[in-house]
C-alpha cells in the first residue's frame, strides 16, 4: 500500500511564488514517474509537469517557464517550484505516482488528496 502526502499549497498574490512537495510511503520498489496535475473549477483534471526517476521531465505549456519539477529519489519525494504565479494557475493541485510496489511485476497509478492553491490579489 502506497501513500502519497502533500504540503505547501495556500493562498498567494499574483507574481507570488509557491512551493509543493509530495512525498511517497509505503511498499515501493520502484516510482518511474512522479508530477503534478490539476484541476480548476468546472475544468478537467490536467498535467501541470511530471519528471521520470531519471529525470526526465514534461511540462504543461501553460506553465513552462514558471514552474520546476525535481524529485529526490532517496526520499521518494517529488516537487513543485511554482514562480510567477497567475490567477489562472488556481487550481486544486494533485500529487501524482507511478509506483512499482516491492513483489510486484506491475506498475500502478496512485493520486495524492489534492492541495489548494488559490492565486489573488
Known amino acids: 500500500q502506497v501513500q502519497l502526502v502533500e504540503s505547501g499549497g495556500g493562498l498567494v498574490q499574483p507574481g507570488g511564488s509557491l512551493r509543493l512537495s509530495c512525498a511517497a510511503s509505503?511498499?515501493?520498489?520502484?516510482?518511474?514517474?512522479m508530477g503534478w496535475y490539476r484541476q480548476a473549477p468546472g475544468k478537467e483534471r490536467a498535467l501541470v509537469a511530471t519528471?521520470?526517476?531519471?529525470?526526465?521531465?514534461n511540462y504543461a505549456v501553460s506553465v513552462k517557464g514558471r514552474f520546476t519539477i525535481s524529485r529526490d529519489n532517496a526520499k521518494n519525494t517529488v516537487y513543485l517550484q511554482m514562480n510567477s504565479l497567475k490567477p489562472e494557475d488556481t487550481a486544486v493541485y494533485y500529487c501524482?505516482?507511478?509506483?512499482?510496489?516491492?513483489?510486484?511485476?506491475?506498475?500502478?497509478?496512485?493520486w495524492g488528496q489534492g492541495t489548494q492553491v488559490t492565486v489573488s490579489s
Open positions: 501524482y505516482a507511478a509506483v512499482g510496489p516491492r513483489k510486484s511485476p506491475y506498475e500502478y497509478d496512485y
Open positions: 509505503g511498499s515501493i520498489f520502484s516510482i518511474n514517474n
Open positions: 519528471i521520470t526517476s531519471g529525470g526526465s521531465t
